[in-house]
């Protein structure tokens, strides 16, 4: 079996818990932050060399301190990175995170960094999975034809340009449920399943293959049996919801790699996630596989809670 491919943004994180939302024109005094790497592909990759898969990242970074220190965290925690690309003219990606610790959600400020167009060169390797975040679109298209094999998944939390190019080419259309209000222009109401369903099936004819649609704590939507079902949340008390979506991700593009059937592909990155939003920061939150394993052998028939809409 090939690598796991993940393409996209790695960043810099450090985030800072807060007793409540915040406000305006005001001054914090804090005594407590995380810092540790991030961006979309960073924390799937983390997760998936966690779990014990050989994944290789694909991601831009630069020769400064944020840079140097995300190169020691995929170090440590065992992801390729061969395949980097390393620019010294480019700032590396960091983010500033604003936990509200009453009811887990965050305010993220991200600063990108510069990108240049690159020439890149595909490496000669067996490719089983490739998970794009869709920031970087031209090589995840272009890997997506050039490892023909392999299985091919997206993180479309925005739906800006570059996520629908890769969108389209993608075998696994995984949205949040902010991508799909801003790409079919209406909103997701459980107590509305007909409407929730066009809304579902507007999302699907992107890829013609398959979609999920994450919905947070209320769960997430997916075609199972040719009908559109609903898969309840697992119900926790978050603390920090920053990354809960990378680890889905990753966790998915893991259980693609192990053949698992799709029902279980969703319960394990559903539970991944729901494990880790009870944990302060991204990567610092990623469950181990056992742990992951052991919670749906006591709770997993949660799940069977599912209902078509």
């Known amino acids: 079996m090939g690598s796991i ?3 996209g943004q790695s960043a810099y994180d450090i985030t800072i818990p807060l007793d409540g939302a915040i406000c305006e024109n005001q001054k914090y005094r804090v005594t407590q932050k995380e810092e540790c790497g991030g961006g979309p592909a960073f924390n799937a990759a983390y997760l998936c060399a966690m779990w014990g898969e050989k994944v290789e990242l694909i991601s831009r970074i630069g020769n400064d301190t944020y840079g140097k220190r995300l190169l020691e965290i ?3 925690a065992g992801i390729g990175t061969n395949y980097l690309i390393k620019d010294d003219e480019i700032e590396t990606p960091h983010s500033y995170i604003f936990s509200n610790q009453e009811n ?17 060169t595909y490496p000669d390797e067996e490719v089983s999975v490739i998970l794009s975040d869709g920031h970087e679109p031209e090589i995840s298209v272009e890997a997506i034809h050039h490892y023909k094999s392999a299985i091919s998944i997206v993180d479309a939390g925005t739906c800006r340009e570059s996520t629908m190019q890769v969108a389209k080419e993608v075998d696994y259309l995984v949205c949040s449920e902010d991508f799909a ?6 909103t997701i109401n459980l107590n509305d399943p007909k409407k929730a369903c066009e809304i579902f099936e507007e999302v699907e004819q992107i890829n013609h293959k398959h979609a999920v649609v994450t919905l947070g704590e209320k769960g997430l939507l997916y ?7 609903l898969m309840p949340a697992f119900k926790v008390k978050a603390v920090d919801t920053n990354g809960a979506g990378d680890i889905f991700h990753g966790a998915f593009a893991y259980a693609i790699k192990q053949q698992l059937d799709f029902y279980d592909v969703l319960k394990i990155s559903s539970m991944a996630s729901a494990i880790s ?9 990623i469950p181990q596989l056992t742990k992951v394993t052991s919670e749906l052998q006591k709770k997993g028939n949660h799940y069977d809670k599912r209902r078509y809409l």
């Open 223 to 229: 075609r199972r049996d040719g009908k559109i079902t």
């Open 181 to 186: 209000r801003q790409y079919t222009g209406k």
């Open 104 to 120: 887990g959600s965050r305010t993220l400020f991200n600063f990108p960094g510069e990108k240049k167009d690159v020439e890149y």
């Open 277 to 285: 939003v009870q944990t302060l920061g991204a990567q610092s939150s």
């Open 74 to 76: 995929a170090a440590q």
């Open 5 to 7: 491919f993940c393409i």
